[in-house]
């Protein structure tokens, strides 16, 4: 049971590259979310689905395009990388319900990060 | 301003102490908090969780949420070598996304 996997692990684009990062789950999840982690901001939001077919915007939306073809499968596009994109990025997924207080058991869990730079 | 603050650090402390990690906010309608730990190269991993304000503990962790004053705090009795890590606190209002807003996290150091 792999839980969350992100590919790839670190990679180098130069300004202008476009490139994909996929995000994997194997809990059948419906809920699944990008963040971008850089020092001292914590965690910020890219994008979010909340199943299959449908995508919405987080906090920092722009310059970043998702798909989420597959339940298990969740997609962060760059299409002109910027220097600015350089960061961590994080995938995760959890539970949905309509049961407020299930949230406690149903906590995000999250991939192990990938670390794009972008000169 | 952002919604929630924690002192970066790092936070240096000798094996065996009481660490003390907080968080302040200032979105008022939050009612969930949580604790996660990131060890470095490594994703988030989910430590705590509290619904509304007071108390939960967990083994030597405990947690604790002030809604009134907009204040969170984890403690950790007697702190081991392993307990090295950032520790970020992150909340969120019950809506349908669940996304979760974070602080910038606090880096403890747990000396042998």
């Known amino acids: 049971n792999a839980g969350v996997t992100q590919t790839p692990k670190f990679r180098v684009l130069k300004t202008g590259q476009s490139m994909t990062l996929l995000c994997a789950q194997d809990m059948n999840h419906e809920y699944m979310y990008w963040y971008r982690q850089d020092p001292g901001m914590g965690l910020r939001l890219i994008h979010y689905s909340v199943g299959e077919g449908t995508t919405a915007k987080g906090e920092v939306p722009d310059g970043y395009n998702v798909s989420r073809l597959k339940k298990q499968n969740f997609l962060l596009g760059l299409e002109s990388a910027a220097p600015s994109q350089t960061s961590v990025y994080f995938c995760a997924s959890s539970y949905s319900t309509g049961e407020v207080r299930a949230f406690s058991n149903q906590p995000q869990h999250f991939g192990d990060g990938t670390r794009l730079s972008i000169l | 301003q952002k919604e929630v603050e924690q002192d970066p650090g790092p936070l240096s402390v000798p094996e065996g102490a009481i660490v003390s990690l907080n968080c302040t906010y200032s979105n008022s309608a939050f009612q969930y908090f949580m604790w996660y730990r990131q060890y470095s190269r490594k994703g988030p991993e989910l430590l705590m969780y509290t619904y509304s304000s007071g108390n939960k503990e967990d083994g030597r962790f405990t947690a604790q949420v002030d809604k009134s004053s907009k204040y969170i705090s984890l403690f950790i009795r007697d702190s081991q070598p392993s307990d090295s890590a950032t520790y970020l606190c992150?909340?969120?209002?019950?809506?349908?996304?669940?996304?979760?807003?974070f602080g910038s996290g606090t880096r403890l150091q747990v000396q042998p």
């Open positions: 992150a909340m969120t209002v019950d809506t349908g996304r669940r996304a979760l807003t």
